[in-house]
């Protein structure tokens, strides 16, 4: 055999190795991957991938996208490979999407793409954040639920607190030129007051008790 001959063998060898070693890497790798031709349909996904889609390889083969997407997410995603396969720098290489896993179940997931031009394919990595958004979600609602309460005190509580502070200058000056009937009269005009108050914060403690915000899963373990 030639030195040419040679060369060619040795150079396709080198090509088999790195191909089974990126193949091994991309199938074991501990982030989800897929990849997908121009037309969305999946080429090959590793497990990681299929854990987070509960779909079974068979079942998403060649429509992974167009099982888990509704019809404008799907528009949206085939509008970036269309864009991507022109430029690859004119489409986002992030974004995020919600879809319906295997078992029904919604998913917020971010979708990170990469185009590989000589296959005319796009390598994807998703990360599942929908615990982070039901987190978000819940803060958003412990939130409206706080300036909720905290509006309503504030409104609620003024008139006691406009009294007790009226009429408490009244008693002073009553006390201070011993007008005893006119003193007790803005004592009992105080107390009340000070009822009425008890009874806002009361109130707010007991709104705050029977509606409290939702429970995250982490809270309940």
């Given amino acids: 055999m030639n030195h040419d001959?040679?060369?060619?063998?040795?150079?396709?060898?080198?090509?088999?190795?790195?191909?089974?070693?990126l193949r091994a890497l991309f199938l074991n790798n501990g982030i989800a991957l897929a990849l997908f031709d121009r037309d969305l349909r999946l080429i090959d996904a590793n497990a990681e991938f299929e854990n987070?889609?509960?779909?079974?390889?068979?079942?998403?083969?060649?429509?992974?996208w167009k099982r888990m997407l509704d019809p404008s997410s799907m528009e949206k995603v085939q509008s970036f490979a269309n864009m991507r396969f022109r430029d690859p720098r004119s489409a986002p290489s992030q974004y995020e999407l919600t879809i319906v896993d295997g078992m029904g179940q919604q998913k917020h997931i971010i979708v990170n793409?990469?185009?590989?031009?000589s296959r005319g394919a796009s390598l994807v990595s998703i990360t599942d954040i929908t615990d982070i958004k039901r987190t978000q979600e819940d803060l958003k609602n412990r939130n409206e639920l706080l300036k909720e309460l905290l509006e309503r005190?504030?409104?609620d509580a003024q008139t006691p607190l406009v009294t007790l502070y009226s009429y408490s200058d009244l008693l002073?000056?009553?006390?201070?030129?011993?007008?005893?009937?006119?003193?007790?009269?803005?004592?009992?005009?105080i107390k009340d007051a000070s009822i009425s108050l008890s009874e806002v914060l009361r109130d707010m403690a007991?709104?705050?008790?029977?509606?409290?915000?939702?429970?995250?899963?982490?809270?309940r373990k």
């Fill in 5 to 21: 001959g040679q060369h060619m063998r040795h150079v396709e060898c080198i090509d088999d190795c790195d191909s089974s070693m």
């Fill in 52 to 64: 987070i889609v509960k779909y079974e390889r068979g079942d998403y083969m060649f429509h992974a």
């Fill in 113 to 117: 793409v990469s185009f590989i031009s």
């Fill in 153 to 155: 005190l504030y409104h």
């Fill in 172 to 189: 002073c000056e009553a006390v201070k030129h011993e007008e005893k009937d006119q003193a007790h009269l803005y004592l009992k005009v």
């Fill in 206 to 219: 007991i709104k705050g008790i029977h509606h409290p915000p939702p429970v995250t899963k982490k809270e």
